[in-house]
């Protein structure tokens, strides 16, 4: 059974970043991709980008693109999530989710980690 | 990329069915069969209902179930019950090699 363990809570100020980290377990297969998947509050889903662990290829959703970096750690099978410039609409729930490799769906989801940007 | 429209809300009584649509476009829905459903009740974490348009993982009951035309697709919830009140959001893969979520749905049972 995937089991995707996300760092704890983060207040920043406007401006600042934020680095949220997801640490993967239990995987019997190879190959998959983790992707990042936020939400505001009282709002829909919003796919951020994914980083596949075969080759470390990232790819981000146009709207996070320059803002965003995910990095991932085969060693210790943890992927980070950075976001800068930060801005109030930014406050949210961040979930690290788990894709098998080609499979084109997220199968496991991490518990969240809310993310609150204030002054 | 435009999320793809589902109506904000559908409401039905227990034991009807009720169908959620989730229209895309020619980048995404229409081009793939990569839709996936899935459930969020309030402060948990969405779960996977219908992958690949269609599919079912193990443990999600029959009364779910997913189907594609054109570049819409649909969720419809058959026998409808209480702990099918939630959110329901569908996501797609697209022509730029990334994912988009559906607006969303709150479901109410009457």
């Known amino acids: 059974q995937v089991q995707l363990v996300q760092s704890g809570a983060e207040v920043k100020k406007p401006g600042a970043s934020v680095k949220v980290s997801c640490k993967a377990s239990g995987h019997t297969y190879t190959n998959y991709n983790i992707h990042w998947v936020r939400q505001a509050p009282g709002q829909g889903l919003e796919w951020m980008g994914i980083?596949?662990?075969?080759?470390?290829?990232?790819i981000y959703a146009q709207s996070f693109q320059g803002r965003v970096t995910v990095t991932g750690d085969t060693a210790t099978t943890t992927v980070h999530m950075e976001l800068s410039g930060l801005r109030s609409e930014d406050t949210a729930i961040y979930y690290c989710?788990?894709?098998?490799?080609?499979?084109?769906?997220?199968?496991?989801w991490g518990q969240g980690t809310p993310v609150t940007v204030s002054s | 990329q435009p999320a793809p429209a589902q109506p904000a809300s559908v409401s039905g009584s227990p034991g009807q069915s009720i169908t959620i649509s989730c229209s895309g476009s020619?980048?995404?829905?229409?081009?793939?069969?990569?839709v996936s459903w899935y459930q969020q009740h309030p402060g948990k974490a969405p779960k996977l209902l219908i992958y690949?348009?269609?599919n079912r993982p193990s443990g999600i009951s029959d009364r779910f179930s997913g189907s594609k035309s054109g570049n819409t697709a649909s969720l419809t919830i058959s026998g409808l019950q209480s702990e099918d009140e939630s959110y329901f959001y569908c996501t797609s893969y697209t022509t730029s090699r990334t994912y988009v979520f559906g607006t969303g749905t709150k479901v109410t049972v009457l």
């Open positions: 989710v788990n894709e098998r490799d080609h499979s084109f769906y997220f199968d496991e």
């Open positions: 020619s980048s995404d829905v229409g081009t793939y069969d990569f």
């Open positions: 980083i596949r662990r075969s080759d470390g290829l990232t």
């Open positions: 690949a348009v269609s």
